[in-house]
Structures are given as structure tokens and as C-alpha cells.
């Protein structure tokens, strides 16, 4: 097993040893930070994903970004493509399914009317295993949003929304290859680290 993987495996397991409740009230946390974000606080268009397994839980976030009035798209896997596409959605428990893997996704009946364009994003947040504080990040090893964000013709912030031990120490850095995407910011529930100019 080579570092990229035996890393992404270690913090993964850690993450996955999170209790139920413990997750929870760090995700209230790293969601609240996000929403004091000035680029959150000011984008009309969050592209969001909706958490699975482990993840830092963002359907209360979703839910915080349309009661405030904002516009909300998450996203569906293109398989053939290794890509993705945003489809706004308006109510979560309305518009959003379990795909295969038992992920929540927007329905098929409201891809061909609702799928946003890249662009039309103000801010894209950004899921990952492993992040460094030079905005280095680590995803799951599909390469999704790699190929789908690398052609964005819009400057967009791209934010990790993370558990404070996804992020390694300053000096370790997420090995990276020419094609990986960093983010700009990551958020976490005790800090938000400042890692790529826009």
C-alpha cells in the first residue's frame, strides 16, 4: 500500500470511529463556520454535496442555505463521463433520492430541467478524506471532481468542509499529482485555514 492510500485509510478509519452524536455536533459546528464565510454569506448559487457515510453532515446546511433564500444545487455522477452534474433542488426530502450506492441524489425527473452550469456557482464546496493547510486535498480515489471542476471557466471559491483531524499538520502535505484539484479554504469545527489565493 503506497502513502496515499495507507493515509487516506488511517484517517478514514478515524473519521468512521466517530459516534453518531459526536459527528453531529462537530458538523453543527464546521456548518456554522461555514456560514460566517464572507463568500457563503454573499453567493447566491452554493453548489453543496450531500454528505455520505461519515462525512461531515451537510443536509442541515442545505437546509440553512434555502431558508435564507439562496440557490442550491447538488450533484448526480455522469458514470460514463467520471463526471458530475448540479441540479438545483428546493426541498431535500422532495427532490432528492438514493442512487445505487445509497447516496442522495437529485431525481431523474428534474435533471433535464434544473442542471446548472458550472459557472453558475458563487462557491463549491468540496468533499475529501485527507487535506493539508496548503489546500492540498485527497478524495476518494474516483477523480469526480477533479474532471469536472478542472475546466471551470469562472473563478470559484472551492471550500473543504472537514473534521479538524482530516487536516494534517503544517510540513506533511497530501501528495498530489498534476491533475488533483486543492481548495482554498477548508472549514473545520475549530478553525477555517486561508490555503490558495483566489
Not at 493515509?7 to 463556520?33: A, G, T, W, Y
Not at 434544473?114 to 464546496?125: F, K, N, Y
Not at 475546466?151 to 497530501?174: D, H, M, R, S, Y
Request: proline letters at 6%.
Amino acid at each position: 500500500m503506497n502513502r496515499k492510500d495507507s493515509l487516506r485509510k488511517e484517517v478514514l478509519e478515524h473519521r468512521d470511529s466517530l459516534p453518531f452524536d459526536r459527528r453531529s455536533s462537530l458538523s453543527f459546528k464546521i456548518i456554522n463556520n461555514l456560514f460566517h464565510l464572507p463568500e457563503v454569506m454573499a453567493a447566491k448559487t452554493v453548489f453543496f454535496y450531500v454528505n455520505f457515510r461519515s462525512e461531515v453532515e451537510t443536509v442541515e446546511g442545505i437546509k440553512r442555505a434555502l431558508a435564507e433564500g439562496k440557490r442550491v444545487a447538488v450533484p448526480y455522477c455522469v458514470l460514463e463521463e467520471t463526471r458530475l452534474k448540479f441540479v438545483e433542488i428546493k426541498d431535500v426530502e422532495k427532490d432528492l433520492v438514493e442512487d445505487s450506492y445509497g447516496i442522495l441524489e437529485p431525481k431523474p425527473s428534474l435533471r433535464r430541467g434544473r442542471t446548472l452550469p458550472l459557472e453558475a456557482a458563487d462557491v463549491v464546496l468540496f468533499p475529501g478524506s485527507v487535506f493539508d493547510v496548503r489546500g492540498g486535498r485527497m478524495g476518494y480515489g474516483t477523480g469526480y471532481y477533479d474532471k469536472t471542476f478542472s475546466n471551470i471557466k469562472k473563478k470559484v471559491p472551492f471550500i473543504a468542509l472537514a473534521f479538524e483531524f482530516q487536516v494534517l499538520p503544517p510540513g506533511e502535505w497530501v501528495p498530489m499529482e498534476g491533475h488533483d484539484l486543492g481548495v482554498h479554504k477548508i472549514v473545520t469545527e475549530k478553525q477555517y485555514y486561508e490555503c490558495r489565493r483566489m
